[in-house]
Structure formats: structure tokens, C-alpha cells
């Protein structure tokens, strides 16, 4: 994924600059980067956070470092954000976003205008570097992002540090937030809602779909009025987002709350039936808040995350490492577990293996029964529109594998998908047992698709739900 903070401010932004960036730490794990822009110009440093957070990387950075503009990024990918001299002068940018035709639109810009990319380490080219290739076709900011935003298949959002002030474009149809907070000395532009309120900010307002703005002391100014069509990524509120952030006026910590009232309802289970509702830290606590207040069975914690040395770990690319650093950092309450009927809640099941270890773990720590509640539907389809998953097949995905299973080959028509993905259908029962069984819950449930989107409250339309029913 990654996040972002901005800050415009009269007097020197570097302070706001370095702790709002900070409060994004939860959405990236590889790089991290700030730049100003001051009487001095511009300055800039970027910093791998793989081994260490990023306040530990960037304290000595924050003390040279001026100016009364600046952008601070966090990525779980690329380096960014980067610094880029063409016909518009000299500019910073970086992006959160996807883009599916990289390849082919470095082709085109390679093949027309003879420049050429710098690779990085993976031999593959850096997306921002890219859209700002896309930027610099057009004789204008304006037009040259609307060129990126219309050439990119997937999304893209971009923060954007020039001498006149900080251009804000939010994805076309809004998949990733911008929201922005004002105070005195000036505003800020935010992924996160939370990230600015201890830095004296107030809630300002957030951009829409497409908005394209530009951010000074003295206000924030629109350029190009948002677009009708929206769809947000309900990820953010089931997964992604910090607990105490606000998407388009939902809280995500109540909407968790929301989902975890519906599952208990849909289950009906009573304390003559579970002895425990647990959440698997840390998204899937107040799921699990939410399902034992709603069915009365207690909420407790057999499972701690240990938080002082790993508050957002390295995790490597190779994935039975990032399975193993997973459990590495959750710690069992034995007598919390031993001979008890738990429930357990985590935000989803993507690939099957954490949870699976998760669950054979209680087992081993003498939990009696373990039934598992995912917070949302089975993921059917890789995510098109943010780095959710860096998978290469959707075959990686536990519920294709056990399709491809059930239907003889991986080749499967997308009406069968469908059917599949209907919670209502024999396909789909048939379906989540097997995962059940593959996984060694004592029982399975996935939380219903039209339960998820009425416990974030917002009409379907307006959400991306493209992972769970392949609908655009």
C-alpha cells in the first residue's frame, strides 16, 4: 500500500512534516521519505525502514532538514518520494496506487520521446517515476496529471511539492483518500484522518474522486472539481486503515465494531456455546469487540502481539518468512486457551497460512474448539487497483485453490465465480468446508458481503468490492 503526509504551513513545516509521515508507518514497510521546499529550495532524503522504523531513520534527517513546504512518504515498495527537473521546473513527487500497463505505457513514452528510466534493484521500473514521465507529455500540471490518471489502468493518487504549493490529486474514483486539516499556521494533506489531530490540525475536508487541488499556507484551492463516480476500497475499513481513522465520515474502529454485531447475529452462538470471542491483533480486535457485544460471549485476549521491539516488523519477500515473523510476534495467555471453545475473528483469509498456524497454535495451547470468522468474504479475485497482494496468481488465494480443486481446473468460467462468490449457494458451502478442513477450524463462516457493506453504511456504488465479487 503506503501513505502519505503533506504540510503547508507559514513558518518552518518540518516538525508537523516528520510525525505525520511517522503516523503512516502501519501502511508500509520498505522505504521511507521526506522533502521540503524553503528559501534554501528543495531538500530531500529517503531512507530504507525495512530493519527499523522510520523515526529511528529519519531523526537526524529531521534536525538538518527546512523549509515551510515538504511531503513525507511511506511505501511498502517503491523509493519515493522522488525529485524531478523538467519544462515544469523543479518538482517532488510521490503516489499511492497501481498500475497494471506499466510496461506498456513505458514502451510508449520510451518509443516517442527518447528518454529512459532508471531500474531499481529489482530490475523493474519505479511507478512514480513513471506517472512522472506521464506529467511531463503536457505543457501543465493539470493536464499533464489528467494524462497519468487517464493512461494508468489500476489507480493513482499523487501529492505533488512544487515552489508555488503542493498539488493534491486523488485517484480517479476516489480508491485511496486525501484528507486535509487546517490550523493557523496553515493546512496539511493526509492519508490517514488521525495523523494530523495531535499536531494541532482540525478536520478540514477530504477530497473527491478525481479532485485535483493545490495546497499553500493561506488555503487549498480547487483546480479540477471531483468526478461523480466513486469507489473507495472497503479494505481500508476491514484491514488497511488505522483504527482511529475516518474514511468519508465512517470510523473504521465502529465499522469494525459493525461487522463483528452482524457475524454474531448470522451465528446466533450464546455463551452455552463459546467460552471466548478473540480478535487476531490487530485488525481483528474490534470485530471481535463488536461480535461479543452482540452475542454477549466474552471478549479476551489469548493472543498478544508483542509491540516493543516489532510495532510494524520488517516482513521479507519471501512469503514462509513473512508466515514465521507472523507468528512470531503473536504470544500465547495459556490459561486463556487451555480447554476453551473460542471464536476467533482476524480481518480476512487471503492466502490461508498465517491463520492456519494461528489456529493449530491454539489447538497445541489446549483450546478445545477453534471456530474461525473472517470480517469479510472469501477473496475470489486479486486486487486490481492497490498493492494489497504483490501475489502472482490468484492461485495463491485459499479459496481459488479449493475452487480449482472442486472443479477439476484452475480454468474456471467467471459465471461459476459468481456462484461461488453468492453466499447463498451450494458452490459456496461446498466451498468454505473445504477451506474448514484445509485450515482445521472447528467451524467456518465468512462474513456476507451485504453485511460488510451495511456495517460501513455507504451505498454499494460507492465502494470498491472488486476482490470479493470481481464487480469494477
Not at 529511528?56 to 519515493?80: A, C, H, N, R, W
Not at 500540471?141 to 503542493?166: C, H, P, W, Y
Not at 467467471?414 to 477450524?441: N, W
Request: glycine letters at 8%; hydrophobic letters at 35%; one cysteine or more.
Amino acid at each position: 500500500m503506503g501513505g502519505f503526509f503533506a504540510a503547508t504551513l507559514k513558518e518552518d513545516c518540518v516538525f508537523d512534516l516528520f510525525f505525520g509521515t511517522d503516523y503512516h508507518s502501519h501502511l508500509g514497510t520498505r522505504r521511507g521519505g521526506m522533502a521540503t521546499f524553503g528559501k534554501e529550495g528543495f531538500d530531500r532524503a529517503i531512507h530504507n525502514i525495512e530493519n527499523s522504523p522510520f523515526r529511528t531513520k529519519f531523526e537526524k534527517d529531521v534536525l538538518e532538514m527546512k523549509g515551510e513546504m515538504g511531503v513525507g512518504f511511506i511505501s511498502d515498495y517503491e523509493p519515493q518520494p522522488l525529485l524531478v527537473r523538467s519544462h515544469h521546473g523543479t518538482y517532488v513527487i510521490g503516489t499511492v496506487g497501481r498500475i497494471n500497463n506499466i510496461d506498456a505505457l513505458t514502451d510508449e513514452i520510451l518509443g516517442h520521446c527518447g528518454t529512459h528510466f532508471m531500474e531499481m534493484t529489482s530490475g523493474e521500473i519505479n511507478p512514480t517515476e513513471l506517472v512522472a514521465a506521464l506529467i511531463n507529455e503536457k505543457e501543465n500540471f493539470i493536464d499533464g496529471i489528467r494524462n497519468a490518471q487517464e493512461k494508468i489502468d489500476g489507480s493513482m493518487t499523487m501529492v505533488i511539492l512544487t515552489a508555488q504549493g503542493v498539488y493534491l490529486a486523488r485517484d480517479m474514483v476516489g480508491r485511496t483518500p486525501i484528507v486535509l486539516g487546517k490550523k493557523d499556521e496553515g493546512y496539511c494533506a493526509s492519508f490517514e484522518s488521525f495523523a494530523f489531530l495531535n499536531l494541532g490540525y482540525e478536520p478540514y475536508r477530504e477530497l473527491g474522486p478525481g479532485e485535483i487541488a493545490v495546497m499553500t499556507a493561506d488555503g487549498v484551492t480547487t483546480l479540477v472539481a471531483p468526478g461523480a463516480k466513486k469507489r473507495i476500497c472497503t479494505f481500508l475499513w476491514v484491514y488497511y486503515g488505522y483504527p482511529a481513522s475516518v474514511y468519508e465520515g465512517v470510523s473504521v474502529e465502529e465499522m469494525r465494531m459493525n461487522c463483528g454485531e452482524k457475524m454474531a447475529e448470522r451465528d446466533q452462538f450464546t455463551k452455552d456455546d463459546l467460552d471466548i470471542v478473540a480478535g487476531v491483533p490487530d485488525s481483528g480486535l474490534a470485530h471481535a469487540i463488536g461480535y461479543s457485544n452482540a452475542s454477549s460471549v466474552p471478549f479476551t485476549r489469548p493472543l498478544i502481539k508483542y509491540t516493543p521491539t516489532w510495532p510494524r516488523s520488517f516482513m521479507p519477500t519471501m512469503q514462509s518468512k513473512r508466515d514465521l515473523i507472523a507468528k512470531m510476534k503473536l504470544i500465547p495467555v495459556h490459561e486463556l486457551i487451555d480447554g476453551k471453545r473460542i471464536l476467533l475473528i482476524d480481518d480476512s483469509i487471503v492466502r490461508g497460512t498465517q491463520l492456519r498456524e494461528q489456529t493449530e497454535f491454539l489447538f497445541h495451547s489446549g483450546a478445545k474448539e477453534v471456530h474461525a470468522r473472517p470480517a469479510c468474504p472469501p477473496i475470489l479475485f486479486g486486487c486490481k487497483y492497490l498493492n494489497f497482494s504483490r501475489s502472482t496468481s490468484e492461485m495463491e488465494l485459499i479459496a481459488r485453490r479449493m475452487i480449482a480443486e472442486l472443479e477439476g481446473t484452475e480454468d474456471v468460467e467467471r459465471t461459476v465465480l459468481d456462484d461461488y462468490a453468492d453466499p447463498d449457494s451450494e458452490r459456496h458451502e461446498k466451498m468454505v468446508q473445504k477451506i474448514c478442513e484445509k485450515m482445521g477450524f472447528t467451524s467456518l463462516r465468512y462474513n456476507r458481503l451485504d453485511d460488510m457493506i451495511a456495517a460501513v453504511g455507504l451505498p454499494k456504488e460507492e465502494l470498491c468490492t472488486y476482490c470479493w465479487d470481481g464487480r469494477e
